[in-house]
C-alpha cells in the first residue's frame, strides 16, 4: 500500500451496519492452534443446530463508546435524583405506608435476580461462539449489574427508615417464597446456553417482562415512590434492548435449522409455565399491596399476555411456534391467583419478612369490582371472616408450614380451576420417592427432567430436615433467615413500620 | 403539611443494610460499598449446572486459589456500575475529540507512509489481542467468585471491547473507510510469520479452565507486555519517525492503562498476601505464563523494535510481580 492512495481518497461514508460490523464482528477469527471448540464448548449439547453465526442481526449497534456516553447521562441523572430523594425524605412522600411492603418484595425477590441475570448473560457472553450475539449478550451483563446496584441504591434510603429491607442479602438463597424467583433463575442458568437465552431473553424479558416491571413500576408512580420510579424509567432505554435481542434470538434459532423447532417449542412452554408461576407474586402485589392500585392483575394480563403475546405468537406462526402450552389455563387463573396468594401470605404472616394485612373496605370493593366473577364467590367470605376475627382480636395465623412444589416451590395454594374449592395437587414417583407438584404444568416440567428437579433447595423440606436451624420456626427466622422478628413480619397493624410513620405523620 | 420541618429531625432506624453493618459497622455505608459487598449468592444452590455439574452455580472452587473472603478484591477505584461509565464516559469525550482533530485536520495524510505501514502492520492487529482479551475478563466474571473482583472483571471486559474498536477506528481513518487497512491488518494476525506465535498464545488463553490463573495470564503477563511493547516503546518509535499524531489516537488506551493498573496491583497484592500457598500458586502461573509468553512475543518485539526490546518489556512485568511481593 502506499501512501498516495491515502491522501487522493475521499472518506467514504460508512453505514452503521458497515461500520458496527468492522468494529464487532470483524474482530472475530478462524482458529489455527486450537480446537475452536474447546474455546466455545457448550454450543451443541442441547441439540440446537447452529449453522452459521453470520446470519445473526446485531439487534442494536452500539459500540463501547456510545455505550459509556449513553449509560453516563443516564446513570447522572438518576443519581441526581436518588440524592434529592434522600436528602429531603422522599420516603415520607409515599401514599400509605403499606405501599413500602411492595418494594420490599421488589428487593429481596426482584433485585438479586437482576444479578443472576448479569451471571447469566456473562456465562453466555463468554461462551457463545458468534461475536455478534456474545457482545450484545455482554452488554445486558453489564445491564443487569446496573439494574441490581441502581436497585440496592434506590432503596438504600427506604432501608434507613423501614423494616424488612436490611438483609436482603441474606435472605435471597434462604426464604421459603424467595426460592420461588431463585430457584427460577437457577433453572435458567444451570441449563445450557441455549436455553438460558429463551428462557431469561425471550420468555422472561420479551413475553411477560411488561408483567414484571410495569406493574412495580407504575405502583411507585401511583404511590409517590419517586426513586423507585426513576430507576425504572432509568432502565426502561435498557429494557427495550434487552427485549430486541429476546426476540432476535427467537428468529436466528428458528431460522438456522428445522430441527430447532420442537426444542425452542419445548422451552417456551416450559419458561412460559414457570414465568406465569413466578409472576403469582406480581399479581398479589398489584391487586393487594398497592394503596393506590394501577390495574388489577387479571387486567394487567388480558393488556400485556392476551393482546400483546397473542400477536407476537401469531406473528411466531410461520416458523412452526405455536401458542405457549397451558396458555388458555392461564386464562382462567387470572381470576384466582392473586387472592390465592395474599391470602396464603396474610395466613403466614409471621414468616414473611414484609407486612400483610386485610384489604380495606374500598379495597374489597375495589376486588369485588374488578373480579365480578369470582372475588365476591370465593374470596370476599374469607376476608370478611378474616375482619371479624381480628375485631375479637384472633388475627389469624396458621401454625403450619406449607407444602411446596418441587417445580416452582409455590406452597401449593393453587386450586382446579374449575373448581376453585379444590386445591390442585399433583404428584409423581421417581427412584422410589414421591414428588408433589401444584400443576400439570410443573408436573410436566419435572418429568421432562427429573434429575433436574431433584435436586430443589425447597426451603420447608430443608426446614423440617433441621438444615435451617431451630429448633422452632421462630429461631430459622431469625438465626437462619435473620429477619428481626417482630419487626420484619407480623400485620402491617402495630408494626414498628406503621408506628413510626404515625410519629412522623403526627397522627395518633 | 410541615415535612420540611420535620425532616430535619428525622432518625434513621438504621445506617445500612445488616451486611454491611457487619462488615464495616453502624455508621452510614458508601454506594460502591451497598453495591458490592454480599450481592452474589452464597449457598443453597438449587441445581447443579449441566454444563459444570462438578461445580455449584457459584463456586469459589474454580480456581485453586484460595480466599478466606473474596470480598478483600477491594478495587482502589471503587468502581460500580454509575462510578465506572462515567469516569469511562469522560475518557471517551477526549478520546472523541482526539478522533474528530485528527480527522479534520486530515492528520492521517500528514503520516509519512513508514508510520502507516507500521501502524497497519503493528498496532492494529492488537484489536484481535483486545478481542481475546475481552473474552478472557468475561471468563473471570461468569466464573470467578464475589462481586468485588467480577464486576471489576467485566469493567475490564468491557474497556476491552471499547480499546478494540479504538484500533479499528484507527484503521478506518488511515484507509478512507474503505476497511483496506482493517483487512490488511488482520491478514498479518492471521498469517504473518512474526504474529503467529502471540495469535496461537491467545488461542491457548481460550481454553484455559482456571479463571485466576487466566487473569494473570491475560491481565498481568500478556497486558504487561503488550502494553510496555506497543504503547511504549512503539510509540516512541512513532513519535521519532514523524508519527507522533498517532498518540492521539491511542490516549485513551494510555489512561485506560494507568487506571487498570491500580486495580491490577491491588488485586496481586491481596492475593498474594492471602497465604503462602498462594503466593506459590501465583508464583508458578506467572512463571509459567511469562515464558509462555516471552516465547509468543519475541519474533515481533525483534521485528517491530529490535533485540532488546523484550529484555525491557520483561523487566517491566517483572518489576511489577516484585511489587505486588511475588518472589
Known amino acids: 500500500m502506499n501512501k498516495n492512495k491515502v491522501t487522493t481518497m475521499a472518506a467514504k461514508k460508512l453505514s452503521l451496519k458497515e461500520k458496527y460490523s468492522l468494529l464487532t464482528r470483524d474482530l472475530d477469527w478462524e482458529f489455527s492452534y486450537q480446537d475452536r471448540k474447546d474455546a466455545f464448548p457448550m454450543e451443541e449439547f442441547e441439540g440446537i443446530k447452529i449453522t452459521d453465526w453470520s446470519k445473526w442481526e446485531d439487534p442494536f449497534r452500539l459500540t463501547m463508546d456510545a455505550y459509556w456516553k449513553y449509560q453516563a447521562e443516564k446513570e447522572k441523572k438518576l443519581y441526581a435524583i436518588l440524592d434529592a430523594f434522600a436528602q429531603n425524605n422522599g420516603h415520607l412522600n ?74 436482603w442479602s441474606n435472605m435471597q438463597d434462604r426464604v421459603w417464597y424467595l426460592s420461588v424467583p431463585t430457584s427460577f433463575f437457577h433453572d435458567a442458568r444451570s441449563a445450557g446456553p441455549f436455553e438460558f437465552l429463551v ?262 423440606h430443608q426446614i423440617l430436615q433441621g438444615n435451617c436451624g431451630g429448633p422452632g420456626v421462630e429461631q430459622v427466622l431469625s438465626d437462619y433467615y435473620h429477619f428481626n422478628v417482630g419487626a420484619d413480619n407480623m400485620d402491617m397493624k402495630g408494626s414498628p413500620d406503621e408506628k413510626r410513620w404515625k410519629q412522623w405523620k403526627g397522627v395518633a | 403539611m410541615s415535612i420540611q420541618i420535620k425532616t430535619s429531625t428525622l432518625e434513621p432506624v438504621r445506617n445500612t443494610f445488616a451486611h454491611i453493618e457487619r462488615r464495616f459497622g453502624d455508621k452510614p455505608a458508601t454506594r460502591y460499598q451497598e453495591a458490592t459487598y454480599d450481592v452474589q449468592a452464597e449457598t443453597n444452590f438449587h441445581y447443579r449446572p449441566l ?5 455449584e452455580l457459584n463456586d469459589p472452587n474454580r480456581t485453586a486459589l484460595k480466599m478466606a473472603d473474596w470480598y478483600a478484591f477491594k478495587d482502589p477505584r471503587q468502581f460500580y456500575y454509575g462510578t465506572y461509565v ?73 474497556d476491552r471491547l471499547g480499546i478494540a474498536q479504538y484500533l479499528s477506528r484507527i484503521g478506518l481513518i488511515l484507509d478512507g473507510n474503505s476497511s483496506d487497512a482493517l483487512q490488511e491488518a488482520k491478514g498479518y494476525w492471521m498469517n504473518d510469520a512474526v504474529w503467529q506465535p502471540l495469535r496461537a498464545l491467545c488461542e491457548e488463553t481460550l481454553v484455559q479452565k482456571d479463571w485466576f490463573e487466566l487473569f494473570l495470564a491475560q491481565d498481568l503477563v500478556i497486558d504487561t507486555l503488550m502494553f510496555n511493547l506497543f504503547y511504549v516503546q512503539l510509540d516512541e518509535k512513532l513519535v521519532a519517525d514523524d508519527g507522533q499524531d498517532i498518540a492521539m489516537l491511542t490516549e485513551f488506551m494510555q489512561e485506560w492503562n494507568k487506571d487498570t493498573s491500580r486495580w491490577l496491583e491491588a488485586v496481586l497484592k491481596i492475593a498474594v498476601s492471602e497465604s503462602e500457598e498462594n503466593k506459590t500458586l501465583m ?11 516471552a516465547e509468543a512475543f519475541a519474533p515481533l518485539a525483534i521485528e517491530m523494535l529490535g533485540e532488546d526490546a523484550l529484555t525491557i518489556a520483561l523487566a517491566e512485568l517483572d518489576k511489577r510481580v516484585a511489587k505486588a511481593g511475588i518472589k
Open chain 1, 94 to 167: 409515599v401514599s400509605d405506608p403499606r405501599y413500602v411492603n411492595a418494594i420490599k418484595l421488589f428487593l429481596t425477590g426482584i433485585s438479586p435476580q437482576e444479578y443472576q441475570a448479569h451471571q447469566g448473560f456473562a456465562h453466555i457472553g463468554r461462551q457463545y461462539g458468534g461475536v455478534g450475539a456474545r457482545i450484545a449478550c455482554q452488554m445486558q451483563s453489564i445491564d443487569e449489574l446496573r439494574h441490581v446496584q441502581t436497585q440496592v441504591h434506590a432503596m438504600s434510603q427506604f432501608n434507613k427508615y423501614f423494616d424488612g429491607f436490611q438483609s
Open chain 1, 199 to 460: 428462557a431469561i431473553g425471550f420468555s422472561f424479558e420479551y413475553v411477560l417482562t411488561n408483567l414484571l416491571f410495569v406493574p412495580f413500576m407504575s405502583g411507585a408512580a401511583y404511590n409517590g415512590d419517586m426513586a423507585t420510579v426513576t430507576f425504572g424509567f432509568s432502565a426502561q432505554s435498557d429494557e427495550a434492548r434487552h427485549m430486541t435481542l429476546g426476540l432476535e434470538v427467537i428468529k436466528f434459532l428458528l431460522e438456522q435449522h428445522e430441527d430447532n423447532v420442537p426444542i425452542v417449542q419445548k422451552w417456551i412452554d416450559k419458561w412460559f409455565w414457570r414465568g406465569t408461576r413466578l409472576l403469582t407474586l406480581v399479581g398479589m402485589m398489584m391487586d393487594y399491596m398497592l394503596p393506590n392500585k394501577v390495574m388489577s392483575w387479571k387486567e394487567a394480563w388480558e393488556v400485556y399476555f392476551e393482546e400483546a403475546g397473542g400477536a407476537l405468537f401469531k406473528d411466531l406462526a410461520r416458523y412452526g411456534i405455536t401458542m405457549p402450552k397451558y396458555a388458555a389455563l392461564v386464562e382462567k387463573e387470572k381470576e384466582h391467583i392473586s387472592h390465592q396468594a395474599w391470602w396464603t401470605f396474610y395466613t403466614h404472616g409471621h414468616a414473611t419478612g414484609f407486612h400483610t394485612w386485610i384489604p380495606t373496605d374500598e379495597e374489597l370493593d375495589w376486588l369485588s369490582e374488578k373480579y365480578p366473577e369470582t372475588f365476591d364467590k370465593y374470596y370476599r367470605p374469607r376476608w370478611e371472616m378474616a375482619k371479624k376475627l381480628e375485631a375479637e382480636g384472633k388475627r389469624f395465623y396458621t401454625k403450619a408450614l406449607p407444602q411446596l412444589c418441587t417445580t416452582c416451590q409455590i406452597p401449593m395454594l393453587f386450586t382446579e380451576m374449575d373448581d376453585p374449592t379444590q386445591i390442585a395437587y399433583r404428584d409423581t414417583v421417581y427412584n422410589g420417592d414421591r414428588y408433589h407438584f401444584c400443576s400439570d404444568g410443573c408436573k410436566d416440567i419435572f418429568h421432562d427432567e427429573p434429575e433436574k428437579y431433584v435436586q430443589s433447595w425447597l426451603p420447608v
Open chain 2, 51 to 55: 454444563w459444570d455439574p462438578q461445580h
Open chain 2, 86 to 158: 462515567q469516569q469511562r464516559a469522560r475518557m471517551q469525550e477526549n478520546a472523541e475529540s482526539n478522533y474528530a482533530f485528527f480527522e479534520k485536520r486530515g492528520l492521517a495524510e500528514r503520516l509519512p507512509a513508514e508510520v502507516r505501514d507500521l501502524v497497519v502492520r503493528f498496532l492494529i492487529p492488537l484489536r484481535h489481542l483486545e478481542q481475546a482479551a475481552n473474552l478472557n475478563n468475561m471468563y473471570g466474571t461468569a466464573y470467578g467468585y464475589g462481586t468485588a473482583i467480577t464486576q471489576a472483571l467485566l469493567y475490564n471486559a468491557m
Open chain 2, 283 to 293: 508464583t508458578e502461573w506467572i512463571s509459567k505464563w511469562r515464558g509462555k509468553a
